[in-house]
């Protein structure tokens, strides 16, 4: 089946230590987002890509990088954890803006 | 004024009864309307889509979206239990900036047996 993935499931990091998040999608979908969300609060937009091209929010913190190699992978990098980055890390993806999207399981981070 | 507004619940309701979400949001130029349904711990799932005022069917759910007034609803029939859950609702918003997807905080939704 189509689907998007996200490794891990669940991530322990110590704080300051840089982490990675990954996602992989099989619905070619030419859109990823990235979405950080905390207990009982919307999903908040950190970055989309739309083909190749990379769209930061204007409030996502200079701590969070993402990379996407090719159409099927897109990674998010924390490069220096804080206990406020505790959350769980959303990625989606769309086919165009029109339509709603296809989330993965999501990562659940959490920083000791 | 919050860009996506949903009363955050707990909305209760017994089982077989009809559950209504409302949504507002505060962008006239808003485009493309969506809910999602969420499970404690787990991701977004969407239920329903709506771009033109009016209803939208889809099985036990209808989407009813009023752009003069701007509000989305989202009915649920004959509730379930499982239908327990938070429902998320999202609006697309397109301007000369690109495109942008915002969220609401979610209703939470418990159907009591």
């Known amino acids: 089946d189509a689907m998007v993935i996200q490794n891990p499931r669940y991530q322990v990091t110590q704080f300051g230590k840089p982490v990675t998040l990954s996602c992989s999608q099989t619905?070619?979908?030419?859109?990823m987002y990235w979405y950080q969300q905390k207990s009982s609060q919307a999903p908040k937009l950190l970055f989309h890509?739309?083909?190749?091209?990379?769209?930061n929010e204007a409030d996502t913190p200079d701590n969070f990088q993402s990379r996407r190699p090719n159409t099927s992978f897109c990674f998010l990098d924390i490069r220096s954890p804080g206990l406020g980055d505790a959350a769980m890390y959303l990625c989606?993806?769309?086919?165009?803006?029109?339509?709603?999207?296809?989330f993965g399981s999501g990562t659940r981070l959490t920083v000791v | 004024q919050k860009e996506v507004e949903q009363n955050s619940g707990p909305l209760s309701v017994p089982e077989g009864a009809i559950a209504s979400l409302n949504c507002t949001y505060s962008?006239?130029?808003?485009?493309?309307f969506f809910w999602y349904r969420q499970y404690s711990g787990k991701s977004p799932e969407l239920i329903m889509s709506?771009?033109?005022?009016g209803d939208k069917e889809d099985g036990r759910f209808t989407a009813q979206l009023n752009k003069a007034s701007q509000y989305v609803s989202l009915l649920i029939r004959d509730s379930q239990p499982s239908d327990s859950a938070t429902y998320l609702c999202?609006?697309?918003?397109?301007?000369?900036?690109?495109?942008?997807?915002?969220f609401g905080a979610g209703t939470r939704l418990f159907v009591k047996a």
């Open positions: 890509y739309y083909d190749k091209d990379f769209n």
């Open positions: 962008d006239r130029g808003s485009q493309s």
């Open positions: 619905l070619n979908h030419n859109v």
């Open positions: 709506i771009y033109s005022n």
């Open positions: 999202a609006v697309n918003l397109i301007n000369t900036g690109g495109f942008k997807t915002i």
């Open positions: 989606a993806t769309s086919r165009g803006t029109e339509g709603g999207y296809t």
